[in-house]
C-alpha cells in the first residue's frame, strides 16, 4: 500500500496570484525576489551566505518550472524536470497558515476571519477586560500590531516586573500572548491562552498563540520551543480525517497537530527549528506504515525570515532544507509519494511584515511516478485530493486530483 509524505515550506509562494491586487499584494514573488536579490548580492551576509540562490535539489524536481507556471515566465531550457511540478491559487479568504493548510488538506476557508485594526488599542475593551477578569491578571501590555521579536525588547522588561502578559496581533486573524516562561510560567502563560481562545471565539479570530520567552533582559530575551497555537477546528472534515476514519495514521510534524485543533492527528512531533523538524520528519518517515500520511511543516521560513523581511536568512534557510531533500528522497520506497508545496507567501523584498497573497510550488516525485507537469491548479484542495487518491481515500467535496497524471503508463 502507498504512503504519503507532505511537506510544507511555510511562506515559500512563487508569485503569480491571480487576485493578489485585492490583497495589496500584486507583484510579489517570494521566491523570485529572493533569487533577485541573491543574483545582485543583496542577499550576500558574511558568514552566512553569499551568491546566487543554490537549490540544486528542488530545481531538478522542478521548482523553476512551477515558478514559470505560476508567473508567466517562460520555462526554463535547461534539462527536464526529474519529478512532477506544477503551481496552485488559492481560494480561502485569508492568506493566513490556517486557510493555507485547510486547504491544502481539502477545505477551503470561504468564510472571512475576524481581525483587528491597526489602532492602539487594538483590541476591543471587552476581550481585554473578560481576559483580565478571567485569568486574574493584573493588567495586560501591547495591545498593538507588532513583531514578536520587537515586542518583547520592548516590553519585556515591564512584563517580567508587573506580571502583564503581552498582548499583540498582525495583519492574519490572531491573537498572540508573550510571557516569560519562568517569571510568567509556562503553563500558566498556556492556561491564559486556553482562556483567551474561548473569548476569542466570539470575535471569529482564527487562532490564540502562547509565545513564551526566556532571557534576563531586553538584550538577551529570546522566543522559545514552546510556542503553542489554539486554533478553531477547520468547518469540514480534511483528509486528516479521512485517514484516521479509515484506520491509517497521520504523524503531523511541527505546528500540525495546532494548525488542525488537534484534529485526524494521530502523533505529534515538534522540534525548535526547520533542521531539527527535518530530523523529526525524517524519523517519521522511517515509522510510517503502509497508507500512513507524513504531514510537515517548516515553519522558520515564516517566522523568523519572512515575517522580518530578512532576504539572507531566507535564502540561507532554503539552501539548508535543499541540502537535506536527498536524505527525504532515499528513505522512499516502492509506492510512496513526497510532494513539496507552501501554505502562503511570504516576501522577504515586500512592504510591512505579513503575508503575501502568491501561487504555491507543487514539486515531488516518488518511485514509478512519471516527471510531469500537473499545471496550475484553480485551488490547493487539489493538493490534497490528489494526497488523498494516491493512500486509496475517497474524493472529498473539493479540488480535483492530479494523481492520475502522475501515472507514468497513463
Known amino acids: 500500500m502507498a504512503r504519503a509524505f507532505l511537506f510544507v515550506l511555510d511562506s515559500f509562494g512563487i508569485g503569480g496570484a491571480p487576485d493578489a491586487a485585492q490583497f495589496g499584494d500584486a507583484g510579489s514573488d517570494t521566491y523570485g525576489h529572493i533569487q533577485e536579490r541573491c543574483a545582485n548580492g543583496a542577499g550576500d551576509k558574511p558568514g552566512l551566505r553569499s551568491g546566487p540562490l543554490d537549490l540544486p535539489n528542488m530545481r531538478k524536481l522542478g521548482l523553476d518550472h512551477a515558478a514559470a507556471l505560476a508567473t508567466g515566465r517562460p520555462k526554463p531550457q535547461d534539462n527536464a524536470p526529474a519529478g512532477f511540478y506544477g503551481a496552485a491559487s488559492e481560494v480561502s479568504s485569508g492568506k493566513d497558515t490556517p486557510s493555507g493548510h485547510w486547504e491544502i488538506a481539502g477545505v477551503p476557508v470561504t468564510f472571512d476571519w475576524g481581525y483587528f485594526p491597526n489602532t492602539v488599542p487594538t483590541f476591543p475593551a471587552e476581550l481585554t477586560d473578560a481576559a483580565i477578569k478571567r485569568c486574574d491578571l493584573p493588567g495586560i501590555l501591547g495591545n498593538c500590531h507588532a513583531s514578536g521579536t520587537e515586542i518583547i525588547e520592548r516590553l519585556g522588561e515591564e512584563h517580567v516586573a508587573t506580571g502583564k502578559p503581552i498582548f499583540y496581533t498582525s495583519a492574519d486573524s490572531v491573537i498572540q500572548i508573550a510571557a516569560h516562561e519562568t517569571a510568567f510560567g509556562l503553563d500558566r502563560l498556556y492556561d491564559v491562552c486556553e482562556a483567551v481562545r474561548k473569548i476569542a471565539n466570539d470575535y471569529n479570530i482564527g487562532r490564540v498563540i502562547a509565545r513564551p520567552f526566556l532571557g534576563e533582559s531586553a538584550a538577551d530575551f529570546a522566543r522559545t520551543s514552546n510556542r503553542r497555537d489554539y486554533s478553531v477546528p477547520p468547518p469540514e472534515p480534511t483528509i486528516l480525517d479521512r485517514q ?23 502523533e505529534v512531533r515538534k522540534a525548535p527549528d526547520n533542521m531539527a523538524m527535518f530530523d523529526a520528519a525524517l524519523g517519521a518517515m522511517d515509522d510510517a506504515a503502509d497508507g500512513d500520511l507524513v504531514f510537515a511543516n517548516f515553519v522558520d521560513f515564516d517566522s523568523l525570515y519572512g515575517h522580518r523581511r530578512d532576504v539572507p536568512g531566507y535564502a540561507a534557510a532554503l539552501e539548508a532544507f535543499d541540502r537535506r531533500i536527498p536524505e527525504a528522497l532515499d528513505k522512499l520506497r516502492d509506492g510512496d509519494l513526497l510532494l513539496l508545496t507552501a501554505d502562503h507567501g511570504n516576501d522577504p523584498t515586500w512592504h510591512g511584515s505579513d503575508h503575501t497573497r502568491e501561487r504555491v510550488p507543487i514539486i515531488g516525485t516518488g518511485p514509478g511516478l512519471a516527471s510531469v507537469s500537473v499545471g496550475v491548479r484553480d485551488t490547493f484542495a487539489d493538493i490534497g485530493e490528489s494526497i488523498a487518491a494516491h493512500l486509496g481515500l475517497a474524493p472529498g467535496p473539493h479540488g480535483h486530483s492530479f494523481r492520475d497524471l502522475l501515472d507514468r503508463n497513463a
Open 244 to 266: 484516521i476514519e479509515a484506520g491509517r495514521r497521520v504523524f503531523g510534524i511541527g505546528k500540525i497537530g495546532d494548525i488542525f485543533a488537534h484534529r485526524g492527528v494521530s
